[in-house]
């Protein structure tokens, strides 16, 4: 069999080996069209469907953001024109709720049926002003038992007392009595104020001598 197979393809004439070569070409390049088409095909519906997704996104997402960033840019466009009029506008509101207010309020007091409401400016502030008088005025009962200080009743007799301050003066010049008998044994004079140098408290008491020698 392979014998005359080779025989049969040995046989085939010059014509058709050119039309099976033709053949050939024309299949591979129909399966390259094929594959080329097919990943065309692919990469558009990958496209359609980020497409879709994204607009998805964009619709339940960043709907009320666009909304937004819409509106904003809208008030930048408006120019300084713009501006000014909204500013006048709310400017003749007020005056004119400042004067129907002040209106009804007179209409009130008329007939003495006035309601004051909770905006009224005497409303306020009466609110105010009995809000500064609880804080303040209130007074608060202290738990704890604060005893003042009773002042020492002396008796009469204690004034005649010398200080301490005195004692220990006193005491340290009678420790010093050897050296001024010292110096009456050399002849000196010494003075009646060094002699008699006592320390007392009050000007009128008579100087006592408080004295620690027992000598």
């Known amino acids: 069999m392979l014998e005359s197979n080779r025989k049969k393809k040995d046989e085939l004439s010059e014509e058709e080996r050119i039309l099976r070569e033709a053949k050939h070409k024309q299949a591979i390049v129909a399966a390259e069209r094929n594959r080329v088409y097919f990943f065309r095909q692919r990469n558009n519906a990958a496209v359609t469907i980020q497409k879709a997704w994204k607009m998805f996104k964009f619709r339940t997402q960043g709907l009320m953001k ?16 713009e501006w000014k009029k909204q500013i006048a506008a709310c400017t003749i509101q007020l005056a004119w709720r400042k004067y129907f207010r002040r209106k009804l309020l007179k209409a009130l ?13 005497e409303m306020l502030a009466f609110r105010q002003r009995s809000l500064v008088e609880q804080v303040y005025n209130e007074q608060l009962y202290a738990p704890h038992w604060h005893p ?32 001024r008998d010292y110096i009456e044994q050399l002849g000196l004079e010494i003075d009646d104020d060094l002699a008699n140098l006592r320390m007392k408290d009050r000007s009128d008491v008579n100087p006592v001598h408080y004295s620690y020698n027992m000598n």
């Open 109 to 121: 007091n008329k007939t003495n049926n006035a309601v004051m409401h909770m905006w009224d400016p």
């Open 148 to 179: 003042t200080l009773v002042a020492i009743v002396r008796p009469y007799w204690t004034k005649y007392m010398p200080s301490s301050a005195a004692l220990s003066f006193n005491f340290a010049i009678d420790q010093y009595s050897q050296q």
């Open 66 to 81: 666009n909304a937004r960033d819409a509106i904003k840019l809208k008030r930048l466009d408006a120019g300084e024109l």
